[in-house]
């Protein structure tokens, strides 16, 4: 009777663990050394960043074959007036993906901090599917993934998984990032987890 209990309770576990977004083991994730990384709730999906990106895996030979690039666009012509560069802003972007219930949540909380801090931080949602170069840069292999950049370019902090708004503001406060005063009221942490 134990023996068979025991064996009841090995497939419970199994089953519970499956990979798939919300449950199952997590991936280790390499980040930079000169970085910080914290984790909340994150989608168990591994990216396949080895993967040339813009190319299609043949599945008999599982090796990229490289995509037809349609012909150059006919280059404008150069405007007579200098047109003043905008100046660059700290950012704050999400790397995650619409399939994802992590992601959406993260959707639901970066939407109305994209408008209050327009011109203040570029906060940006970018889809590891359609985003690869960009996903693969910043070495992307777990989501949602929040990093912050200053207006530099250089990677300030990372963060994998949900990530609530008042936990965001804290982090822009404690990097030096602008705050906007006045905002929406910030998501808490129990109601990213429910």
């Not at 006045?182 to 942490?189: F, I, L, M, N, S």
Request: charged share 25%; with cysteine; proline share 10%.
């Amino acid at each position: 009777m134990t023996v068979r209990l025991l064996l009841v309770l090995i497939a419970v576990m199994t089953m519970t663990l499956a990979p798939g977004c919300g449950g199952g083991a997590k991936a280790p994730v390499p980040v930079k050394p000169d970085t910080t990384t914290q984790v909340g709730a994150i989608c168990d999906t591994t990216l396949d960043t080895t993967a040339v990106a813009g190319a299609v895996v043949a599945p008999d030979t599982q090796k990229p074959e490289p995509v037809k690039q349609a012909a150059a666009p006919k280059p404008k012509p150069e405007p007579t007036e200098v047109a003043e560069k905008p100046k660059e802003l700290p950012k704050m972007w999400d790397f995650g993906s619409e399939k994802c219930i992590p992601c959406k949540t993260m959707l639901e909380i970066l939407t109305p901090m994209m408008a209050d801090y327009k011109g203040k931080v570029d906060i940006r949602i970018i889809n590891v599917y359609e985003e690869t170069e960009l996903t693969k840069q910043y070495r992307i292999s777990v989501i949602p993934t929040q990093v912050f950049i200053d207006a530099t370019g250089k990677e300030l902090f990372r963060h994998i998984g949900v990530y609530p708004r008042d936990s965001i503001e804290a982090k822009f406060r404690e990097l030096d990032m602008p705050i906007v005063t006045g905002a929406v009221t910030p998501t808490t942490e129990s109601e990213c987890l429910t």
